[in-house]
């Protein structure tokens, strides 16, 4: 496996989950009615979880992770 492949997807998963969290900021700071300050936590750890684990599949299993998900994005 190449390893910049791994690199970068890795820096995607990255910015995707800081972009996650701040969307869930914002979306909690400006619907306090419909979203508690618990289910924001825990929607970020559940968040935090899911990022780990798929940054977790992607270095132990990253012939496994790009037949799952692709590799076509990285080839620009």
């Known amino acids: 496996m190449e ?4 690199d970068i997807e890795a820096c ?3 910015k995707y989950e800081r972009l996650c969290t701040k969307l869930i900021e914002h979306y909690s700071r400006k619907n306090r009615s419909k979203i ?4 924001e936590r ?5 968040l935090e979880r899911m990022f780990s684990n798929e ?3 992607l270095q132990t299993e990253p012939e ?3 037949e799952l998900y692709g590799d076509d994005h990285l080839q620009n």
């Not at 390893?3 to 791994?6: D, G, L, Y």
């Not at 508690?36 to 289910?39: L, N």
């Not at 825990?42 to 559940?46: F, Y």
């Open 3 to 6: 390893n910049w492949k791994v």
């Open 12 to 14: 995607n998963l990255k």
């Open 64 to 66: 496994d992770y790009f």
């Open 55 to 57: 940054l977790d599949y």
């Open 42 to 46: 825990k929607i970020k750890k559940v």
């Open 36 to 39: 508690t300050v618990y289910e």
